[in-house]
């Protein structure tokens, strides 16, 4: 659809820095949603928030391209449980160090990731963007529900800084 329509555009593409133009980005896409799937059906839901979250659309210029990596999040982030969101837990609901979540070699379940704990101070204020981008598109209201657990972990994990952090930065995922 209007993505392909892009992507026939043509830019010249820089191995291993930010996509510029909308076909890179259509490129981008096309990769990160492919990876977002196959991290998620590892089971491997942090990895795949984080994924989705490292290179936000913020030089892209057609609504379309960022709606389209926008749905990679949302996509990421439905893969978490409301305790999830909040603090890094381990299989038996108690709170378990950063460190211990972060072990890549634990086995599936083992531990519930804290999915805003451990994402990286840029990824946190691209999260709480696209948490505003959400807001303002006008999804069912069940589903902007689901939104505020975010929120919430957010602030209480990165203090009010994020918010304006995400507001006042002109650039918008």
């Known amino acids: 659809g209007a993505l392909h329509r892009f992507a026939k555009q043509g830019?010249?593409?820089?191995?291993?820095l930010m996509p510029e133009c909308?076909?890179?980005?259509?490129?981008?896409?096309?990769?990160?949603?492919?990876t977002i799937a196959g991290l998620l059906q590892q089971q491997k839901p942090h990895d795949a928030l984080t994924e989705a979250l490292r290179?936000?659309?913020?030089?892209?210029?057609?609504?379309?391209?960022?709606?389209?990596?926008?749905?990679?999040?949302?996509?990421?982030?439905?893969?978490f449980r409301e305790a999830d969101v909040k603090s890094p837990r381990d299989g038996w609901g108690r709170s378990s160090t950063r460190?211990?979540?972060?072990?890549?070699?634990a086995p599936v379940g083992y531990f519930l990731t804290g999915a805003v704990a451990l994402l990286g101070e840029d990824e946190q204020v691209a999260l709480m963007k696209y948490l505003?981008?959400?807001?303002?598109?006008?999804?069912?209201?069940?589903?902007?529900?689901?939104?505020?657990?975010?929120?919430?972990?957010?602030?209480e994990r990165c203090g009010?800084?994020?918010?304006?952090?995400?507001?006042?930065?002109?650039?918008w995922p």
């Not at 069912?140 to 957010?154: D, G, T």
């Open 22 to 34: 909308d076909a890179e980005w259509i490129a981008h896409y096309t990769r990160l949603n492919e």
């Open 55 to 79: 290179n936000p659309p913020y030089s892209a210029g057609e609504k379309a391209v960022k709606d389209q990596i926008a749905q990679v999040v949302l996509k990421a982030m439905g893969a």
């Open 132 to 155: 505003y981008r959400f807001w303002e598109s006008g999804l069912p209201a069940r589903q902007n529900a689901s939104f505020f657990p975010w929120h919430s972990a957010l602030v």
């Open 160 to 171: 009010h800084g994020v918010i304006g952090r995400a507001i006042y930065d002109r650039r």
């Open 11 to 16: 830019c010249a593409a820089q191995i291993g």
């Open 99 to 105: 460190f211990a979540c972060a072990f890549s070699g």
